[in-house]
């Protein structure tokens, strides 16, 4: 019998679509970016985002409109950069407040994620996108909000995703052992991270990623086969 008291989700490619990601929220971002930015520039998030994004590229005094066409080539670079991530967070905000933008989910998705709360799992995210993105996500989808069903989420700021400290720092946030976390992601360097922490692991492939044979994970194409006791 499986010792597992958490699961840690990732989001992209494991619950969610890569191409949702990919090709809805990461465009609507760039085409919105200028303008977000011209509209909320005097706000002390906004401008912690410009000035985060100026500090980590090494120049401090890049005038918005700079710093903006910066941001703009990280999204085309898909870096996992907090304060893009963050800047991204706000502008996706707007869009699922107004309808424009709902998060996807796949239906597995939610019925494990339900199911495994309601046996008394404590389900967590860990995912390169803002913790703010990350409650948009979940919170504005075609099955309702999905944030009750979370005990807490994690992003970039705990460290990179591909790097086992980042686990191990998680399942003390937590509380638990890291022997009592499963980590559920379509990356298998996040999973060889997860597991070198000593957490178990999933890989979930569902045909949107290029994942290597012989990497050593158990292998879902879903989460309706998924049981986090029988692992």
């Not at 005038?63 to 996992?80: F, H, M, P, Y």
């Not at 950069?81 to 699922?96: C, D, E, R, V």
């Not at 012989?214 to 998924?226: D, M, S, V, Y």
Request: net charge negative; aromatic share 8%.
């Amino acid at each position: 019998m499986s010792g597992i008291r958490a699961i840690v989700t990732d989001i992209e490619g494991t619950t969610s679509s890569i191409s949702f990601v990919k090709d809805v929220l990461f465009p609507f971002a760039k085409r919105n970016l200028e303008a977000f930015v011209t509209a909320h520039a005097h706000e002390p998030r906004v401008r912690e985002c410009l000035d985060g994004a100026r500090s980590l590229a090494g120049t401090p005094g890049l005038s918005d409109a700079d710093t903006v066409a910066l941001l703009r080539q990280w999204i085309d670079e898909d870096k996992k950069a907090t304060p893009l991530k963050s800047l991204q967070g706000l502008i996706w905000g707007q869009a699922y407040t107004s309808g424009e933008v709902q998060g996807h989910v796949y239906p597995d998705a939610v019925d494990g994620l339900r199911a495994w709360h309601g046996r008394g799992f404590r389900l967590y995210v860990y995912s390169s996108g803002s913790i703010a993105a990350q409650k948009l996500i979940f919170g504005h989808t075609a099955s309702g909000d999905l944030t009750p069903l979370f005990s807490g989420y994690f992003d970039t700021t705990t460290g990179p995703k591909v790097e086992s400290p980042s686990y191990a720092k998680i399942a003390q946030v937590i509380g638990l052992p890291p022997a009592e976390v499963l980590f559920l992601s379509d990356s298998v360097a996040e999973l060889d991270a997860a597991r070198s922490a000593g957490m178990h692991t999933a890989c979930l492939d569902r045909g949107e990623a290029i994942i290597p044979a012989g990497h050593g994970h158990p292998t879902f194409h879903g989460f309706a086969t998924l049981d986090p006791s029988a692992l």
